[in-house]
C-alpha cells in the first residue's frame, strides 16, 4: 500500500510541478502560455523516461517470483533423481518382490526386505495398523513414492493395472471414463454396456455419449465400481488394488470380488484392505506389523 500510494502521489504530482516552476516568469510576462505548455510537455516526456523502473517494479517482482520457482523446481528435480529407485524387471505372468524396503522421508522403516512370489491366480491382501505402509508399498511399486529400495518384477505395460481408492476419471463422455485406460474405440460399446452391468451400474448403460465431469457426477462407490469394469474390459495379468471397496457396502464388496476372481481366475491379485471380509477372495496374507516387520502366511478358511 505503500509503495502503491507513493507511486500515485508521485504521478499526480509530477503534472502540475512544471505549471509550478514556470508559474512566475509567466505572470511576470517573460513566457506566454504556449511555452508553460511546451514545458509541461518537455518534462512529461523526460518524467515518463526515468519512471520506467518505478512503474515496472511490479512485473519485476513477478518475475523474480517467477525465476525462484522454476529454480525451486529445478532444484527439486535434481534432488528427486537422486534418490534411491526401485529396480522394475519385466516377468510375463508373474509377480516377484526382491528383497524391497520402504520408508519414510524421515528414514524410518516401514517395511524390510520383503519378499513374496504371486503367480497367476494368486491373490494376495495386505493388512496392517494405519500408517504401518500399506498403501506406500503399493505407491513405491508404482513408481509413485521414492523411499524405496528393492527389485519388483511384474508383467510389463498396461499388463499390471494400479488402482487407487479414489480411481482417476477423465474428463469426457462417460465410455472414455470406464474404459480408461484403454482406448475406447479399441475396448467398443457394446463391452463397455456389458461391463457396467455386471458391476450394477445398469443406470448409466445408456449414458455413454454424455460429457459430464464424472468425477462429480458419480458418487465414490459409483467410482470404485467404474474401476471395477475397468479391470472387466482391459483384463490385466496383475492388478493392485489400494482400498478399492472402501466406499461399497459388504454385500456389494463380494459380489464385486467374487465377479473377478470369476471372469480372471489368471489374474493375480493384490488388494490393500482393512476389512477381514475380503480375506475370503484371497489366498494369501501379508501382515506389516510395524518396525519394519512382516508376516506372510496363508488366508485361513
Do not use: C
Not at 514556470?22 to 523516461?49: C, W, Y
Not at 525462484?68 to 528435480?77: I, Q, V, Y
Amino acid at each position: 500500500m505503500k509503495f502503491v500510494g507513493w507511486n500515485f502521489s508521485v504521478t499526480q504530482v509530477s503534472v502540475v510541478f512544471p505549471y509550478i516552476v514556470q508559474a512566475p516568469r509567466f505572470f511576470e510576462g517573460s513566457i506566454k502560455l504556449g511555452d508553460m505548455s511546451q514545458t509541461a510537455g518537455a518534462f512529461g516526456n523526460v518524467h515518463d523516461a526515468l519512471s520506467f523502473f518505478r512503474n515496472s517494479y511490479d512485473d519485476f517482482a513477478n518475475l523474480r517470483a517467477s525465476i525462484l520457482r522454476l529454480d525451486g523446481l529445478e532444484d527439486a528435480d535434481t534432488k528427486s533423481r537422486a534418490l534411491p529407485e526401485i529396480d522394475t524387471v519385466d516377468r510375463d505372468r508373474a509377480v516377484q518382490l526382491t528383497d524391497v524396503g520402504i520408508s519414510t522421508p524421515a528414514g524410518d522403516d516401514l517395511i524390510r526386505d520383503l519378499n513374496l512370489t504371486l503367480g497367476p491366480g494368486d491373490a494376495l491382501v495386505i493388512k496392517g495398523r494405519s500408517g504401518a505402509g500399506k498403501t506406500t508399498l503399493l505407491r513405491g511399486l508404482a513408481g509413485l513414492w521414492p523411499y524405496v529400495d528393492g527389485e519388483f518384477a511384474r508383467p510389463a505395460g498396461d499388463r499390471t493395472l494400479f488402482l487407487s481408492q479414489i480411481p482417476y476419471i477423465p474428463l469426457g463422455d462417460l465410455r472414455t471414463a470406464v474404459a480408461y485406460p484403454a482406448l475406447p474405440d479399441a475396448v467398443g460399446d457394446d463391452a463397455i454396456r456389458a461391463a457396467l452391468q455386471q458391476v450394477f451400474l445398469p443406470h448409466l448403460v445408456d449414458r455413454l455419449d454424455e460429457e459430464e465431469d464424472w468425477s462429480k457426477v458419480l458418487s465414490p462407490g459409483e467410482q470404485q465400481r467404474v474401476a471395477f469394469a475397468r479391470v472387466l474390459l482391459t483384463r490385466p495379468d496383475v492388478v493392485f488394488m489400494d482400498e478399492a471397496t472402501s466406499a461399497i457396502d459388504e454385500g456389494l464388496e463380494y459380489s464385486l470380488y467374487s465377479l473377478i476372481r470369476t471372469e480372471l481366475p489368471e489374474t493375480i491379485l493384490v488388494s490393500v484392505s482393512h476389512r477381514s471380509t475380503t480375506d475370503r477372495h484371497h489366498t494369501s496374507l501379508l501382515e506389516l506389523t510395524g518396525g519394519g516387520n512382516w508376516e506372510l502366511r496363508p488366508v485361513q478358511g
